[in-house]
């Protein structure tokens, strides 16, 4: 019998390590399990860039672009009126450090005010710190409704002779390194009470019955410590003092050496505020939508959007993209991240003109990146279109299209 249970634990152990070797590293993070109405109708990235693809340790590249709080913002997400809003970059773990962030042409340190309808601006400046290849995302956490993720990249870190360090100058004009500042005594502190909860652990399961017997201590009340049924003791009572009074007396001395050995200190920072507009929200409106249509056709792959479009400016207008979540349509794809769309009659709106525009958006990102709505209660296609006129004046002009898919 015991062989037979060999057997078979190693047959288990077996096919974990397969599973383990054999299963592709995952690259993405996590934005396909989010629903499509949320990438689509929270926040529209437009002209995201990354100024370069391959840095050494300690250098460092920007991520720039425009991030919008959708005007058709879920009513049941953060009550239907965001507020509060944090603008980060996603990683694969602590491989990219951000050193500086700046939106709507001010420096935002911490998270900011954000309102339904908002445009910001951003600049982020980003440090390679671990050698690898990574995908990194530009990011906006939005308070009550968590993160959503723009267009990511990859990243690639190559390794720097002198390794990486994050120089910061205090207050006292001394200049530490923070990958490393303090790391023998975190690690000291770590090690101590890790040793106090495994030492208070053990004394609790190890000899002790309420592990072991677990069958007759879950039918002990709450509201009591044991003593009548023999689990715990007087003596278990003052031994705990002894584990409380060694506790306090080490937060003591560590509060005691904190004091002596950095007697200035500066309080936490909470920054926020409401950044300025930027430039392109207080442009001219010269272009609207209505009447928006979709259809997908399962076959094809292609979601063919038609949507009305009014130019009220003095000047012709061109539609430059169209762009829902991290995706990119233009009419040519210069880009190699561009996806290519084709618009019927033509990208040029005349100034005082209404025309009916058709966007044919081909790709398989509809289905691969769970982008469809079927399925959901509401079927709509939500996305921005990007127009510019004779002078580059730009308009952002969200388009939510209604959505009837076809599987014949």
Do not use: C
Not at 336 to 353: C, H, K, L, S
């Amino acid at each position: 019998m015991r062989r037979k249970y060999r057997r078979l634990l190693w047959a288990v152990l077996l096919a974990g390590l397969l599973v383990v070797s054999t299963t592709p590293a995952a690259h993405a993070h996590g934005e396909k399990s989010q629903e499509a109405f949320l990438r689509m109708r929270t926040i529209g990235w437009v002209d995201v860039k990354f100024s370069q693809d391959r840095v050494k340790q300690g250098e460092t590249f920007t991520i720039s672009g425009i991030a919008k709080i959708m005007d058709t913002w879920p009513t049941n997400l953060s009550k239907g009126a965001p507020n509060t809003g944090f603008l980060g970059v996603i990683a694969p773990g602590p491989v990219v450090l951000v050193k500086e962030r700046t939106i709507n042409g001010v420096s935002a340190p911490s998270r900011i005010d954000v309102r339904k309808g908002a445009i910001y601006e951003f600049s982020i400046t980003v440090a390679g710190r671990r050698v690898g290849r990574w995908h990194v995302h530009p990011s906006f956490s939005v308070k009550g409704s968590g993160t959503l993720l723009g267009p990511g990249m990859w990243i690639n870190v190559e390794k720097n002779a002198d390794g990486f360090s994050n120089p910061v100058t205090l207050e006292n004009g001394k200049t530490v390194n923070l990958e490393n500042y303090q790391l023998p005594f975190t690690w000291i502190w770590l090690l101590i009470t890790f040793v106090i909860g495994v030492a208070w652990m053990i004394y609790w399961t190890v000899p002790k019955r309420t592990v072991t017997n677990l069958a007759v201590t879950s039918q002990i009340p709450l509201n009591t410590d044991g003593m009548e049924y023999g689990l715990i003791t007087k003596k278990d009572h003052r031994n705990m003092n002894w584990f409380a009074i060694g506790t306090a007396l080490l937060l003591v001395v560590g509060w005691v050496y904190q004091a002596a050995q950095f007697p200035t200190k500066m309080p936490q920072q909470v920054v926020q505020f409401a950044p300025p507009d930027p430039a392109i929200a207080s442009a001219p409106v010269f272009a609207k939508a209505s009447g928006a249509a979709a259809t997908y056709d399962k076959a094809s792959k292609t979601l063919t959007m038609t949507v009305n479009v009014q130019n009220t400016g003095k000047k012709a207008m061109e539609l430059k993209e169209f762009t829902t979540t991290s995706l990119r349509f233009v009419p040519s794809a210069p880009a190699a991240t561009d996806i290519p769309m084709t618009v019927t009659p033509g990208t040029t709106v005349e100034p005082g003109a209404t025309t009916p525009l058709t966007l044919a958006l081909k790709s398989d990102v509809w289905e691969s990146e769970h982008l469809l709505p079927i399925g959901e209660s509401q079927l709509v296609v939500t996305g921005i279109l990007v127009f510019d006129d004779e002078d580059a004046t730009r308009n952002l002009t969200e388009v939510e299209a209604n959505l009837k898919p076809r599987f014949e």
